[in-house]
């Protein structure tokens, strides 16, 4: 059964830092990942979309990474912004369903 | 072009009662999926429905149902409503329901906050 984990599971850092968060799960038979952001009480937002062929995708201060062998993706976000601030949440797509299993995210508070 | 639009935005119920739940996809997209997110967790996956006809089912009780209508709208019908069921009740819409991750792609609407007392 696959499971997604994600650590840390909240996080407050000051404007301008550098972040990296991190996404781990325990079958390395996906088909693309996704991360996406989330404020309170709203829908997700898709940041990036990495194929299962791909080893990372960019999307201005973006990157994320993927790791199919280790089980493991990062998105790293430059130069952090109070804009930032969210829920990050990754998400998998078991080979041959198109079903997103999701961790249960990174609270992220910016401040300036 | 707009987005995936749900209605309503938020529902108070009381227990037993029975919900019905509204999603349109984006224009051009033919599957659509529900998720519940309850406070504090990730998105759990409900349905995919993909040219009317359902392609997948998560770990819910059979008092959950839904169906896709022949302009790709959705519903979501809930009976006999339970405390836990209070959630965030999100739909996504893609191109198609397998292929080429660009196809597959999921984008969300804003959800529906269903309150359950």
């Known amino acids: 059964k696959q499971e997604v984990t994600q650590i840390p599971a909240a996080l407050s850092v000051p404007e301008g830092e550098n972040l990296v968060l991190n996404c781990s799960f325990t079958d390395s038979a996906i088909y693309n990942l996704q991360w996406f952001r989330q404020d309170p009480g709203k829908g997700l937002t898709s940041l990036l979309l990495?194929?299962?062929?791909?080893r990372e995708q960019t999307s201005g201060r973006l990157n994320a990474s993927l790791d199919k062998s280790s089980g493991r993706s990062t998105l790293y976000i430059a130069a952090s912004q109070p804009g930032d601030s969210a829920t990050y949440l990754c998400?998998?797509?078991?080979?041959?369903?198109?079903?997103?299993?999701f961790g249960a995210g990174t609270r992220l508070a910016v401040h300036p | 072009d707009a987005g995936v639009t749900q209605s309503p935005t938020h529902l108070i119920k009381t227990r037993g009662q029975h919900v019905t739940l509204r999603c349109s996809p984006i224009?051009?997209?033919?599957?659509v999926s529900w998720y519940q997110q309850v406070l504090g967790q990730g998105p759990q996956f409900i349905f995919q429905?993909?040219?009317?006809?359902?392609?997948g089912r998560g770990n819910f009780p059979d008092r959950f149902s839904a169906r896709q209508f022949p302009n790709y709208s959705s519903e979501l019908n809930v009976n006999a409503l339970l405390l836990g069921d209070s959630a965030l009740y999100l739909c996504?819409?893609?191109?198609?329901?397998?292929?080429?991750?660009?196809?597959?792609?999921?984008?969300f609407g804003p959800g529906t906050r269903l309150t359950v007392l």
């Open positions: 224009s051009g997209h033919k599957s």
């Open positions: 998400a998998v797509v078991p080979g041959g369903y198109n079903k997103l299993i």
């Open positions: 429905y993909y040219e009317k006809e359902e392609r």
């Open positions: 990495i194929q299962s062929s791909q």
């Open positions: 996504a819409s893609s191109r198609g329901a397998s292929g080429s991750p660009s196809y597959n792609e999921q984008f």
